[in-house]
């Protein structure tokens, strides 16, 4: 069975930093494309990370360009996002996903084939 599991999140403080962390059972994924999620409570669930599958192209949501950094290991088969300069506003379930074949035009979409089942990050004032 294809399993993604998240590791990482957890509480930090305003200006902090997270490094999240996307683990793979069950396949291996390293010609996939690869992408980070985030839901908070009452709101949809939003891009905030893409990476192609030989890691040489990213795409970042708007809100986290400049402070979060997605990168891939493709001989452990992990992806993980650095993430600096939290605010409250980051508070959030993180998601990772996993799909065959992503593209700049739909990499920020939801149509992912694997889903991990995410890991919380909460950033207090």
């Known amino acids: 069975q294809v399993r993604l599991i998240e590791s990482g999140g957890g509480l930090v403080q305003s200006g902090g930093s997270l490094i999240l962390n996307c683990a793979h059972s069950g396949r291996t994924f390293t010609n996939y494309g690869m992408g980070w999620f985030r839901q908070a409570p009452g709101k949809e669930r939003e891009f905030v990370a893409g990476i192609n599958w030989t890691g040489s192209n990213k795409y970042y949501a708007d809100s986290v360009k400049g402070r979060f950094t997605i990168s891939r290991d493709n001989v452990k088969n992990t992806v993980s996002l650095q993430m600096t300069n939290l605010e409250p506003e980051d508070t959030a379930l993180y998601y990772c996903?996993?799909?065959?074949?992503?593209?700049?035009?739909?990499?920020?979409?939801?149509?992912?084939?694997?889903w991990g089942q995410g890991t919380q990050v909460t950033v207090s004032a």
């Open positions: 996903a996993a799909d065959a074949y992503r593209t700049a035009s739909n990499y920020h979409t939801t149509d992912y084939h694997y």
